[in-house]
């Protein structure tokens, strides 16, 4: 199996403080991998380096055998890295439809300036079917900014398959949600899995036990534990991290998204 | 529906209006309106490359001046010293605005916020002083006083602006092809970019579209369209000022278009008709018009954000659906929280 | 040549010390309020305005050095109260509101005032030797009243309760908030020493200026660029920039003219905000 993501020490510093700390890892196609750790521990900001949001301090980023170091947000995002955010975010004043639309639209090269976008068959069928697969043919017209939080997360997951990503990255995608949405939105990522290579970071133990087949424990930007569903739950390292850490915000990751 | 409905009419019948002005104008008013109405159709252009940039693309830019006096000083220096014939000067001066705005916007548009705001002020300051120094060539503040080419030919045909009734046509002829441009712009997949960076700029380059591209596209189509309206300004004045570079006169634009209603088409259209509608009406008997500028201006920020265009669509939808009222509230109350 | 350069400067020094008390209003209502305040030229002119209304009706200039600060700090509690407070949800909007802040603020005083441009003379005559030029005695005291109100507002900003707290709302209005800090009280409060500082610039600069209507709007550009090369949020960056700035394009001007040196430190500005957006003195002072 061949690695899809690969980053050889890859580093971030802020200022004194180390968020990623000389990450080496290989990701193989074809499994669902999960990132979890405690608060702080760099795993959004390994989110960010991986998709261009910031840059790195040193190190080096493969995506399936091409070096992708040092690209911006779009290039990577065009080669098929899509990513979603930790704070779901849509276009708010744009409809559902318009999201999907232009979420695809934006993969290809050429923006036409004067035609008019309705005019574009192709990408209107697509963003239909795309619709019918994530039973939301109903909403279409609704404004983005007014659905349910379960509702955008569910577009989020639209927007994602409609730009027909190579690997898809998931920043905490149930955070948030009720139970009912979150089944739903697991049921939703384990049927893209099928097809699409998927890391998740994500805080609900249950989930990420529940669909991933190789997790990776972060502490302190390093890796401390790298395995199976079951190596990770009889790992004595893992549970000694997790215990007495107090659930906050993020702070260092919020600040670096700022 | 109704809202449809409501706006295809009333477009219709503006567009009647309009063509109908040099005849029904003298008639129920006088010949001065046909004028006033000119400067209307060319200042609306004006607050059209505003509109662009904060309605569509979400930039704040006090700087359009610079290239409306580009446009301005194109047609003015390409006459009065390169003795240019019609079609040449205009086209020099809208190549010269949009040069311009491709030049600051590669710096320009790498900024965003507030510091947009402030780098597009010092960029049209810098310009407003050269200009004012370069008096042998731009007059300064004094301006350069032009005679137009006598007559240009469309075709094989030869009209001249001195004909009051021509050049109306004329000037109402490219208001009609900016704003179609401007139609056709909004609704391509261009224009759906540009929306979505409006919306949220990091996600929108986690999609694929290059911001900073696209934003540089958005500034120069605006410089594009400030451009024309300052070529046209100056054939209609003939007359070529650098106060006319002055952020003040970006300020109006930006008053113009945010009152009408940003991100909508004929918002700016809305905005500058009423401005310059008191200010002509009021002008005469009071000098203090700018006072009603300025409060209207606070009033419709504290009001009504989306500007009149936005008012008035609000008020038809809660005709056309009573029902959704409270969710519309709860809507604008989630809005107003940051 | 060197007297005038020595002149040009001594006169730029002194307007930099003036316009870093504007331009320090400017900076702690962008850093708290997140409000670009383009009418904050204009409170400068008011300030001008005020001061010949004093001498106007009392026949003395130095109460002007009390009341029109005073009345700016009205004026500015009263204006964040009635127009910044409602608009602050339109955060982007609000650019627009100080913009017609300005425009009203403008054509009132040429209503009220009118538009012909007056002189304030100054209250002390006459001259000094200094560095070996006759120098006006006022302009020696307009240095040393500005270097005052300098020193006076970082002191009120290091060691008062309300000081305190205005740093903390500026620095984390959120975490400010929570603490129970009463932040519309500082916003109020932020607006008024604004518009205090400004007016109290314009007092100590109108009788080396003149009383006019449109006197704030060439000090607009100026007090911006102090702000944004000093450091947005950077206070003493921002007095630094102010003075440097001034006694810089006095200098230039002693040898091209004052539209050559405006241009000269608006192409600078730029530089500075492509380049440097944090400012030129960052880590030199928090």
Redesign the interface.
């Known amino acids: 199996m061949s690695a899809i993501l690969r980053t050889e020490n890859l580093t971030k510093k802020f200022g004194g403080l180390i968020a990623v700390d000389n990450f080496t890892l290989s990701l193989e196609s074809g499994r669902l991998h999960a990132i979890i750790g405690p608060n702080g521990a760099g795993k959004t900001t390994f989110f960010n380096l991986v998709s261009g949001i910031l840059p790195l301090t040193s190190g080096k980023v493969f995506f399936g055998g091409r070096e992708i170091t040092g690209l911006k947000p779009h290039e990577i995002s065009r080669l098929g890295i899509k990513r979603t955010l930790q704070i779901k975010s849509v276009f708010p004043q744009m409809t559902v439809a318009e999201n999907l639309w232009v979420t695809r639209q934006a993969s290809q090269g050429f923006l036409h300036p004067f035609r008019a976008a309705t005019r574009d068959t192709q990408t209107r069928e697509r963003v239909d079917q795309t619709l019918e697969q994530i039973g939301m043919t109903a909403l279409a017209d609704r404004t983005a900014g007014t659905l349910s939080y379960g509702d955008v997360a569910l577009l989020e997951i639209g927007m994602a398959l409609i730009s027909e990503p190579k690997l898809l990255l998931l920043d905490e995608p149930t955070c948030g949600m009720s139970p009912a949405e979150t089944e739903r939105a697991v049921a939703k990522i384990k049927e893209l899995a099928r097809s699409i290579d998927i890391i998740i970071i994500e805080h609900d133990m249950e989930v990420v036990f529940g669909i991933a087949s190789d997790i990776i424990v972060m502490t302190q930007g390093a890796i401390l534990a790298r395995g199976t569903p079951q190596e990770i739950s009889n790992d004595e390292r893992v549970r000694e991290a997790y215990l007495g850490r107090p659930e906050d915000e993020d702070y260092v990751e919020e600040a670096a998204h700022a | 529906m109704i809202r449809t409905f409501v706006e295809r009419f009333l477009l219709v019948a503006f567009a009647a209006f309009l063509v109908s002005v040099p005849w029904v104008v003298p008639v129920i008013a006088n010949k001065f309106w046909v004028s006033v109405i000119a400067e209307i159709l060319i200042w609306s252009i004006f607050a059209a490359s505003v509109n662009l940039l904060f309605g569509y693309v979400g930039l704040?830019s006090?700087g359009q001046a610079l290239f409306f006096g580009f446009g301005m000083y194109g047609v003015g220096i390409g006459i009065d010293q390169l003795h240019l014939s019609f079609w040449s000067a205009f086209a020099f001066g809208v190549s010269a605005a949009m040069a311009m705005a491709l030049i600051t916007g590669i710096?320009a548009v790498?900024?965003t916020w507030?510091?947009f705001?402030?780098?597009t002020?010092?960029?049209s300051?810098?310009f407003y002083?050269?200009a004012?120094?370069l008096k042998p060539l731009t007059g300064g503040d004094d301006g350069i006083n032009f005679s137009l080419p006598p007559v240009f030919s469309f075709g094989a045909t030869r009209y001249s602006l001195t004909d009051q009734t021509f050049q109306y046509f004329f000037i109402l002829a490219i208001f009609a092809i900016c704003f179609y441009?401007m139609y056709?712009?909004t609704?391509?997949?261009?224009?759906?970019?540009f929306?979505?960076i409006r919306?949220?700029d990091?996600?929108?380059?986690?999609?694929?579209?290059?911001?900073y591209v696209?934003r540089l596209i958005a500034f120069v189509m605006a410089g594009f369209l400030a451009g024309v309206s300052g070529a046209l300004f100056a054939f209609f004045g003939r007359y070529a000022s650098a106060t006319y570079m002055f952020y003040?006169v970006s300020?109006d634009g930006?008053?113009w278009a945010?009152v009408g209603g940003a991100g909508t088409l004929f918002g700016p259209v809305v905005g500058t008709t009423l401005f310059i509608f008191i200010r002509e009406l009021v002008s005469t008997h009071w000098e203090?018009h700018?006072?009603i500028?300025?409060?209207?201006?606070?009033l419709?920020?504290?009001l009504a954000?989306k500007g009149l265009v936005g008012l008035w669509r609000e008020g038809l939808s809660r005709i056309g659906e009573q029902k959704t009222s409270s969710?519309l509230n709860a809507?604008a109350r989630?809005?107003?929280?940051? | 040549m060197m007297d005038t350069i020595l002149l040009l400067a001594l006169n730029g020094l002194i307007w930099g010390l003036i316009i870093a008390l504007i331009a320090l209003g400017l900076s702690i209502i962008f850093g708290l309020l997140d409000i670009i305040n383009v009418a904050h030229g204009d409170f400068f002119m008011v300030g001008t305005v005020l001061t010949w209304y004093v001498l106007q009706e009392t026949g003395l200039f130095w109460p002007a050095f009390i009341l029109v600060p005073v009345i700016g700090f009205v004026l500015g509690a009263l204006i964040q109260r009635s127009i910044i407070q409602p608009i602050r949800n339109a955060a982007a909007l609000s650019i627009v509101a100080t913009f017609g802040l300005s425009l009203i603020l403008q054509e009132l005083v040429r209503m009220i005032f009118g538009a012909t441009p007056r002189r304030i003379l100054p209250p002390i005559q006459g001259t000094i030797p200094i560095f070996g030029i006759e120098y006006e005695i006022y302009r020696i005291l307009a240095a040393a009243l500005s270097v005052a109100a300098l020193i006076a507002f970082f002191l009120f900003l290091q060691y008062t309760k309300i000081g305190t707290w205005m740093r903390a709302v500026r620095h984390d209005r959120e975490t400010a908030i929570a603490m129970g800090i009463p932040a519309q009280r500082i916003f109020i409060l932020t607006f008024g020493i604004g518009f205090a500082l400004a007016a109290f610039g314009g007092v100590v600069a109108a009788p080396i200026t003149t009383v006019d209507f449109r006197g704030g709007v060439d000090l607009l550009p100026f007090c911006f660029m102090a702000v944004i090369i000093g450091g947005l949020g950077n206070l003493p960056g921002t007095a630094a920039a102010a003075i440097l700035l001034a006694l810089l394009e006095g200098v230039i001007q002693s040898f091209a003219d004052p539209t050559v040196a405006r241009i000269s430190s608006l192409v600078l500005m730029s530089a500075v905000l492509m380049l440097r957006p944090q400012g030129l003195f960052r880590g030199l002072a928090k």
Do not use: D, T
């Open positions: 704040l006090f710096f790498r900024l507030h510091y705001a402030i780098i002020i010092v960029f300051l810098i002083f050269l004012v120094r441009l056709l712009v609704r391509s997949p261009l224009g759906r970019a929306l979505a919306e949220n990091l996600r929108a380059s986690l999609i694929g579209l290059n911001v696209l003040h300020g930006v008053v945010i203090h700018s006072l500028v300025g409060v209207m201006a606070i419709v920020v504290m954000p969710e809507k989630l809005r107003s929280q940051p």
